[in-house]
Each structure stands twice: as structure tokens, then as C-alpha cells.
């Protein structure tokens, strides 16, 4: 007895030793670990380094930063401020906030910082793209790539969108069970991306798998760049190399036969302008090319289509706002195929609605920032930023924080009405796509898809939330709601009152 009581005390002391090790080696490596990049400073300037904590060796924050989702951000900014630092998927960061701190990075490109996303981002989206060229190559693929979103192209992209949109809200409401909005969404981008913009007619079954190898793509654009069986990182690559076999052959099939089409699409523009700039595109840029366009495309505007639906739920008096404007205008529509009716300039004209996407993009912001690595040493809000660190700006912590904006966490479109203009009072306080050099090539188009998308909703669609509650936010990899977004939707009659689905009228005939 005595001597089975005295195992257990021996087991118990060692299993304290251990623990008790365990803490000191954690805690020595963690202190190691911030020595290690507190040495990194430079000491030719004055300046303390930012404050904040770069977690644990190795993986330094990256853990609390995917748990902690939106709180990661504004819990660290109210502890140590608008400049502080960190260490998430394997690199030390500085991350920015405030109008006149990220004023300073994104005009500063080329000269104190230069763009360069995180490993895993570079690696998967490939070194022939837009966002990840510098200098003159930046330059020049930015002159190549305009004219994709040039005026005339997108009115000439237009009816083909508003087709793709009429027939999806057509599917949507015709389904007897609510519709995972986020999911559908992504679909519907995905879609409109590659049927429209690229002009890709891949069957319908291809591109469903291709859809899927999408989406893994983008879950791991995002990850630690540790190329293991398993890892995200090489899940990524996985899905990456078999987009790539995909596009190749869609390009190729695209290239033999242009005849038949009624428009010119964004990629035979961007064959064409390479070609008037006096370099034509390898098979290699096309492919990193479309796969960049397609991942600006999908997942941004996917996520900004879930938010505008969301808001459109959470605030009936603005759809209605919205739908006495669009009638006002005589866009509001019975659910047609009225292709051709809408143009650029119709659009253009329809104030409110320019409010409501312009709102959702402030209070959903779907890119959160943007990552620059430093050129040389300069001063921000009394700190230095070391040469050889990475920076992100952050846009959704700048829209958060703008003194600019009243009430900042109340949905307000009027906040952005001639009256108030409230973003006019600073260029830099709002900034959904980003601003200077690397403002986003695709916006033009990105705001055409929402406010299509919300004339149609708002023409063809009632809706109703298939929940009690609506749904928690996440923001990796990209701002969305957990679990989508359950909605029912039905489709309205010429006198806009709801037409219910077939199965749901026969029931209420018989009860
Ligand atoms: C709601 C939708 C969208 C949002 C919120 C958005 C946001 C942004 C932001 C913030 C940036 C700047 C990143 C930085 O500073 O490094 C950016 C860059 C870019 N965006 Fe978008 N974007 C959207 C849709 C699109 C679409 C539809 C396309 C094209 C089809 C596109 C193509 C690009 C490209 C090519 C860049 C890189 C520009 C450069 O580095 O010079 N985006 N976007």
C-alpha cells in the first residue's frame, strides 16, 4: 500500500517537473522570440519600434488571429494603438490604421514600402500578377489591364451580367428550401467570372468541379507557408496546379474559337491590349492572369453581395427607399428578361442606391487591408518602420475608427447622401479598394455587379431571413457570415406581390 502511495507521489513530481518545464521553455522561447525581432530595429533611428507582442516562435500570432476573427484586430489597436506590431503567417508585421498613417503607406509605394502579400498569397496567385508586380512591370500590366474596366468595356459586360443575375434570383426563388445566400453567392461570382468576364464556355459539370477546387484555393491563399502532407499550404498548391490545367485548356479551346460571340470579353481584351503595348502574353501570363482576375473577382464580390443581402434583410425601410427610387427612375422592372435595358448611365444616375452599396462597403469591407514590406526606415505616429518589415494597412479598423463617419457602427446609406457627404471630409478615412497606385483595377466593375445585383432584388424578389437570429461575421479568409446566410426567397408578380414557390402554392391551396 505504502509503497503503490509513494509510485503516485514519484508520478505526480515528475508529471509537475515536466509542466513546470514545459512553461519555463516556452516561456524563455517566447521571450527569446521578441529579443530576436526587438534586435531587428534600426538603430540608426531614434525612434522606438511599434508596440505589440510577436507571440510564440514561429507561429507567432497566426493562432489568435484565426480564433479571434474581427476582435484580433481591434483588441491589439486599443491596447497598444493605431501602429502596432505582430507576427502572423510567418513574418513580422506592422499593422496601420488611421486615415493619416495608411495616407502615408499607400503613397508611399515604390519608394518607402513596395507590395508583398503574405508567402502562402504570393506563391498560390503566382509572380505574373498584377498585385504582385513592382516598379515599371507594375506600371505597365496596370496601362495593359485598364482597359478591361474601361467604360466601354464594362457597358458592353453589362447586359451579360444582368442576364447571369436575372436567371440566378430566377433559381433562387424557385427553390422550395431556404438558400445558403453566402454559398450561392460565391457561385454566382464565380460564374459571372468566368462565363462573362473571361468568356470561358466550359460545360456545366467541369465547371462545378472546378468550383470546388476554387474554393479550397481560396480557404488556403491565407496560410502558413509550410509545405507538409496535409498542410493548407499544400492543399493550396494542390488546387492551384489543377486551376491551372483547367484555365490552360479553356484558353487554348477560347483561342481556336472566338466566332459567335456578341462582345468582346475581359480576356480578349486583355490579348488585344497586350498586344497593341508591344508584348504579347505568354501561355504562363494568361493563366496567372485569369487566375488573379478570377480570385479578384469571386471572393470579394461574393462577399459584398452576401453583405448587401444581409443589410437589405436587416433594413426594410431602405429596400423600400430603394425601390421608390428605382421607380421613380423607371428601373424597377416585373421580372422580364428585360436584357438591355439598364445602361451605365441609368445606373449612374440612381443616388440612393450608389449610397446603399457604397455603406455596405464601408460597414463590410470585405478586403480587410493590404500588405507593403518596407523599402527604407520612416517615422509613423512617433514609432519607426523598420527596413525589411512587412506593413499591413488596415481598411476595416480606418472605416471603424473614421472620425469622419457619425454613428460608425449604424447602417446609414443617407450618411453618403449630397447632403451629407460625410467622405468627403478626407480622402482616406474610406477606402474599400484600397487607394494610390494599387487601388483596385476592378472596382468599376465590382460596384456595376452590386448595383445590378440590387436593382434585380429589389425588382423580382421578396425575401425573408430562414433564421431566428442573423448569422455571427467571420473575416478570414474574407469577410462573411459563419455558416451563410439562410434566406427564402420568393419571386413577385407584375403588382410586386410574392409568387410562391410551386410545391409551398399547392400546399396552401389544400390547408
Ligand atoms: C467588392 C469587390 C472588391 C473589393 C472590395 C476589392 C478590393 C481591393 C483592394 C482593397 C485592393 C488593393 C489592395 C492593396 O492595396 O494591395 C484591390 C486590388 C486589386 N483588385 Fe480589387 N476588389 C474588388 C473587386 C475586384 C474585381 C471585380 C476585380 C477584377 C475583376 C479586382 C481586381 C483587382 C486587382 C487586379 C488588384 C491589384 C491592383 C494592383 O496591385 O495594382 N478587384 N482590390
Not at 65 to 84: A, I, T
Not at 373 to 381: I, W, Y
Request: some cysteine; proline content about 5%; overall charge positive.
Amino acid at each position: 500500500m505504502l509503497f503503490e502511495g509513494l509510485e503516485l507521489v514519484s508520478a505526480l513530481a515528475t508529471l509537475a517537473a515536466c509542466l513546470v518545464s514545459v512553461t519555463l521553455l516556452l516561456a524563455v522561447s517566447h521571450q527569446l522570440w521578441q529579443l530576436r525581432w526587438a534586435a531587428t530595429r534600426d538603430k540608426s533611428c531614434k525612434l522606438p519600434i511599434p508596440k505589440g507582442s510577436m507571440g510564440f516562435p514561429l507561429i507567432g500570432e497566426t493562432g489568435h488571429w484565426l480564433l479571434q476573427g474581427p476582435g484580433f484586430q481591434s483588441s491589439r489597436r486599443e491596447k497598444y494603438g493605431n501602429v502596432f506590431k505582430t507576427h502572423l503567417l510567418g513574418r513580422p508585421l506592422i499593422r496601420v490604421t488611421g486615415a493619416e498613417n495608411v495616407r502615408k503607406i499607400l503613397m508611399g509605394e515604390h519608394h518607402l514600402v513596395s507590395t508583398e502579400w503574405p508567402r502562402s498569397t504570393r506563391m498560390l496567385l503566382g509572380p505574373n500578377t498584377v498585385s504582385n508586380s513592382i516598379g515599371d512591370i507594375h506600371r505597365n500590366k496596370r496601362r495593359v489591364y485598364s482597359k478591361i474596366f474601361s467604360h466601354e468595356a464594362l457597358e458592353s459586360y453589362l447586359p451579360k451580367i444582368q442576364l447571369v443575375i436575372q436567371d440566378t434570383l430566377r433559381a433562387w426563388s424557385s427553390h422550395p428550401e431556404a438558400i445558403n445566400v453566402y454559398q450561392e453567392a460565391q457561385k454566382l461570382t464565380f460564374r459571372m467570372a468566368i462565363r462573362v468576364l473571361l468568356g470561358f464556355s466550359i460545360p456545366e459539370e467541369e465547371l462545378g468541379h472546378l468550383f470546388e477546387v476554387y474554393q479550397k484555393f481560396v480557404e488556403n491563399v491565407f496560410s502558413l507557408p509550410v509545405d507538409l502532407p496535409f498542410s493548407g499550404y499544400r492543399r493550396g498548391i494542390q488546387a492551384r496546379q489543377t486551376l491551372q490545367k483547367g484555365l490552360e485548356k479553356a484558353i487554348r479551346e477560347k483561342l481556336q474559337c472566338t466566332q459567335g460571340k456578341d462582345y468582346s470579353d475581359a480576356l480578349d481584351i486583355l490579348i488585344q491590349s497586350s498586344k497593341e503595348h508591344g508584348k504579347e502574353m505568354t501561355m504562363q501570363e494568361l493563366k496567372d492572369g485569369t487566375l488573379e482576375l478570377i480570385f479578384a473577382a469571386y471572393a470579394t464580390t461574393a462577399s459584398a453581395s452576401t453583405s448587401l443581402i444581409m443589410q437589405l434583410l436587416k433594413h426594410p425601410a431602405v429596400l423600400e427607399k430603394l425601390r421608390e427610387e428605382l421607380r421613380a427612375q423607371g428601373v424597377l422592372h416585373s421580372g422580364c428578361p428585360c436584357e438591355g435595358a439598364l445602361h451605365l448611365d441609368t445606373l449612374s444616375g440612381l443616388h440612393y442606391l450608389d449610397c446603399v452599396i457604397k455603406e455596405v462597403m464601408r460597414l463590410f469591407t470585405p478586403v480587410s487591408g493590404g500588405y507593403r514590406t518596407v523599402l527604407q526606415t520612416f517615422e509613423l505616429d512617433g514609432f519607426q518602420i523598420p527596413k525589411g518589415w512587412s506593413v499591413m494597412y488596415s481598411i476595416r479598423d480606418t472605416h471603424d475608427t473614421a472620425p469622419v463617419f457619425k454613428d460608425v457602427n449604424v447602417f446609414d446609406p443617407d450618411r453618403f447622401s449630397q447632403a451629407r457627404s460625410e467622405d468627403k471630409d478626407g480622402r482616406f478615412h474610406y477606402l474599400p479598394f484600397g487607394g494610390g497606385v494599387r487601388t483596385c483595377l476592378g472596382k468599376h466593375l465590382a460596384k456595376l455587379f452590386l448595383k445590378v445585383l440590387a436593382v434585380e432584388l429589389a425588382s423580382t424578389s421578396r425575401f425573408e431571413l430562414a433564421t431566428r437570429t442573423f448569422p455571427r461575421i467571420t473575416l478570414v479568409p474574407i469577410l462573411h457570415p459563419v455558416d451563410g446566410l439562410s434566406v427564402k426567397f420568393f419571386g413577385l408578380d407584375s403588382n410586386q406581390n410574392k409568387i410562391l414557390p410551386e410545391t409551398e402554392a399547392m400546399l396552401s391551396a389544400t390547408v
